[in-house]
């Protein structure tokens, strides 16, 4: 089986043609290279393949050879050129490999096993009886043994496992909010996982896992630069520049949930405005139990004056926000997704004002300054797996060159 390399920082860029590498020392290289040739194209022919990834005809002849035989591709029937023969066509092979991607929440355990090409094969919740480390490990490790048996998979088709958290990483002035994980902040999650797992294992914020779903397979699919405003328990922000996740000095950019804005003329912090669990503390307040996603569709359906005066408060405290976002980074688009109905998100968009004086105010756009995207509990759980997929379509040039 193909074997990847270290996890780039960020994401593959929109398909441009580049310079491939022809000795062996970097063949790892090149097998991404046409990897991600292919998963762009769909559907493509050697020649084509040649021109994306900047390799020679023969290069990638004998490439397409090794990934078929490895069960990475597959023929996908023939192509008409106009003259001369049909044009053989290559696709990525769906059960080639498999991912597997973890959530970790305070409360409950996420994973998502998911093919090749990002379709999910078994999602589960797992409840949580706490949030101790060994229990979770325990969990984790349960979780995929159990997988593999109902889906008659051998560990070795795993490439990997994909671990989201939430953030902060380490000891910081944030530590102690109520989305934390209590315990983690002083080890490295990844080592710890590996060794629990015994898979190569990749560990990311929920935030910057779920814009790199949603720039594999959503609607930030050929966007270079946006940032992905999650919500989960808190609130996070994933942001991609130029094809690659920003991290900051420790793996903590995007702490969006904690800076000030004024709502109503008050100073507050962001997520304790618009997050889920500002949605579940304010409902709380006036008698009202919401503990998952249908609950606060139905409130929505019957126009729960509560839920609607929420909505009306996240509106307000996420339109500054989206201004400090769109002035500071200068995104293609600023995306909304995560742990929260559509029908809540396409409420807080319509009603979020986005003021003329911004850099993204541009008359050239092609798209609109806020979009929706994916949704739902697992949209960070399969950003896990996105981890792992995401090593198949990144060249990474060897180190000894």
Same mark, same amino acid.
Not at 142 to 148: I, Q, S, Y
Not at 159 to 174: D, K, N, R, S
Not at 249 to 258: K, Q, T, V
Not at 325 to 350: C, K, Q, R, S, Y
């Given at each position: ?5 270290? @996890? ?9 043609? =580049? ?38 005809? =023969? ?16 023929? /996908?029937? %023939?192509?008409? &050129? ?6 053989? /066509? ?7 490999? *498999?991912? +597997? ?8 355990? !996420? ?11 078994? $999602? =589960? ?35 990997? &496992? ?6 902060? +990483? ?8 109520? #989305? ?12 710890? +996982?590996? #060794? ?14 779920? &814009? ?14 946006? &940032? *992905?405003? *999650? !919500? ?11 094809? /690659?996740?920003?991290?900051?000095? !420790? ?8 800076? /000030? ?8 912090? @962001? ?9 579940? $503390? ?17 409130? *929505? ?27 500071? !980074? ?21 009603? $979020? #004002? ?5 850099? #993204? ?5 092609? %798209? ?21 997929? %995401?090593?198949? +379509?990144?060249? $990474? ?5």
């Amino acid at each position: 089986m193909f074997k990847f390399g270290a @996890l780039s920082e960020g994401m593959v860029s929109t398909l441009k043609p =580049q310079l491939g590498a022809n000795p062996e020392r970097a063949r790892s290289h090149n097998k991404q290279l046409v990897l991600r040739a292919v998963r762009h194209a769909g559907a493509v022919g050697r020649a084509e393949i040649a021109r994306a990834s900047g390799l020679s005809t =023969q290069a990638v002849s004998n490439i397409i050879s090794d990934l078929l035989d490895e069960g990475l591709l597959i023929e /996908q029937g %023939h192509r008409s &050129a106009g003259r001369g023969l049909p044009v053989q /066509q290559y696709a990525i092979k769906p059960g080639g490999g *498999y991912a +597997f991607g973890i959530e970790v929440r305070p409360t409950a355990v !996420f994973t998502a096993l998911v093919d090749l090409v990002g379709t999910p094969v078994l $999602t =589960q919740r797992t409840p949580l009886p706490n949030a101790n480390k060994a229990t979770i490990l325990d969990t984790v490790n349960a979780e995929m043994g159990r997988t593999l048996t109902q889906t008659q998979l051998k560990k070795d088709m795993l490439m990997g &496992a994909g671990i989201v958290m939430p953030g902060p +990483f380490g000891e910081t002035g944030l530590s102690g909010t109520a #989305s934390e994980l209590p315990g983690w902040n002083t080890d490295e999650p990844a080592e710890v +996982f590996a #060794s629990t797992l015994d898979l190569p294992v990749f560990v990311e914020n929920d935030a910057n896992a779920a &814009a790199m779903a949603e720039r594999m397979n959503g609607v930030a699919r050929g966007f270079d630069s946006f &940032a *992905y405003l *999650y !919500f989960g328990q808190g609130l996070g922000l994933g942001l991609v520049q130029n094809g /690659q996740i920003i991290q900051g000095a !420790f793996g903590n950019a995007g702490e969006i949930g904690h800076i /000030q804005v004024l709502v109503d003329e008050t100073s507050v912090e @962001l997520e304790s405005a618009a997050s889920r669990l500002s949605a579940q $503390t304010f409902l709380a307040n006036h008698g009202l139990s919401v503990t998952d996603m249908d609950e606060l569709i139905s409130l *929505y359906s019957s126009a729960n004056r509560h839920l609607m005066a929420w909505l009306e408060q996240a509106a307000k405290a996420l339109s500054p926000a989206l201004l400090i976002i769109e002035n500071l !980074f200068d995104p293609e688009t600023v995306i909304l997704g995560g742990a929260m109905p559509d029908l809540l998100l396409d409420h807080i968009i319509a009603r $979020t #004002s986005l003021p003329e004086r911004s850099i #993204s105010n541009r008359p050239d756009r092609s %798209h609109p300054r806020v979009m929706r995207g994916t949704s739902g509990r697992m949209t960070a759980t399969l950003g896990a797996a996105a981890l792992v997929l %995401h090593q198949a +379509f990144t060249p $990474t040039i060897a180190a000894a060159r």
